[in-house]
T-cell receptor, first 116, second 113 residues
C-alpha cells in the first residue's frame, strides 16, 4: 500500500511557541490531505482538508488562525500550531488521498504534541 | 449531517473465538464507502476492511468480514479465530468520494489468552 510519513513522531514545546508538523506521501501524489486530532481514549476528529495549491477547508469550530495548514506540493502538507497552549496537547494524525477514483486515504503514524 | 455510531465502548473475546463489533451510520449521500480501522497501542491507523456502498456483496479479508445492511445503515465487523495481536481499538468510518472520513467513537477490543 501507499506510504505516508509524518514528522516528528513526538514534540514537546513551550507555551506560546509554534510547532510545525509535516505530512509526506512517499510513493504517490496526494491531491488531498486531511488533518485529524485525537485526544486520549477518543476518536479521530477531522480538523481540516487541504488540497494542493489551494486554501484548506476547516471543520466547524477549528480555528484557522491557530492551526495553519499549507499544502504546497503534491507530496507535502504541513500543520503549524501557532502560539501553542497546554490545551493544544494532543495526538495529530494526517492522511493522504491519491487521485480520482481512489477513495481510500492512507494514514501517517501521528505526532504526539505536548505543550508545557 | 453524517454520523457514525459504535455502541460498544469495550469488548473482550477469548483467543480463537469469534467476535462481532457493531456500527451504524447515517448519511444522505448515495455514493459512499465504509471502513474498519484498527489502532493498536502504537496509534498507527491500519485499514482492516473496506466496503463500497454500491456493492451488495459483503467484503471479506481473511479472518475479517463485514455484515453490510444498507437499508438499516448497519456495518458490523466479524473477527474469526481471534488472535492476541487483534487487541486494539477499532474504528468504524464513513467516507465519501473525496476521501474525507467520519469516525465512530471506537471499540476497545481485548483478546484474552
Amino acid at each position: 500500500g501507499a506510504v505516508v510519513s509524518q514528522h516528528p513522531s513526538w514534540v514537546i514545546c513551550k507555551s506560546g511557541t509554534s510547532v510545525k508538523i509535516e505530512c509526506r506521501s512517499l510513493d504517490f501524489q496526494a491531491t488531498t490531505m486531511f488533518w485529524y486530532r485525537q485526544f486520549p481514549k477518543q476518536s479521530l476528529m477531522l480538523m481540516a482538508t487541504s488540497n494542493e495549491g489551494s486554501k484548506a477547508t476547516y471543520e466547524q469550530g477549528v480555528e484557522k488562525d491557530k492551526f495553519l495548514i499549507n499544502h504546497a506540493s503534491l507530496t507535502l502538507s504541513t500543520l503549524t500550531v501557532t502560539s501553542a497552549h497546554p490545551e493544544d496537547s494532543s495526538f495529530y494524525i494526517c492522511s493522504a488521498r491519491g487521485g480520482k477514483g481512489i477513495a481510500e486515504a492512507f494514514f501517517g503514524q501521528g505526532t504526539r504534541l505536548t505543550v508545557v | 449531517a453524517q454520523t457514525v455510531t459504535q455502541s460498544q465502548p469495550e469488548m473482550s473475546v477469548q483467543e480463537a473465538e469469534t467476535v462481532t463489533l457493531s456500527c451504524t451510520y447515517d448519511t444522505s449521500e448515495n455514493n459512499y464507502y465504509l471502513f474498519w480501522y484498527k489502532q493498536p497501542p502504537s496509534r498507527q491507523m491500519i485499514l482492516v476492511i473496506r466496503q463500497e456502498a454500491y456493492k451488495q456483496q459483503n467484503a471479506t479479508e481473511n479472518r475479517f468480514s463485514v455484515n453490510f445492511q444498507k437499508a438499516a445503515k448497519s456495518f458490523s465487523l466479524k473477527i474469526s479465530d481471534s488472535q492476541l495481536g487483534d487487541t486494539a481499538m477499532y474504528f468504524c468510518a464513513l467516507g465519501n468520494q473525496g476521501g474525507k472520513l467520519i469516525f465512530g467513537q471506537g471499540t476497545e477490543l481485548s483478546v484474552k489468552p
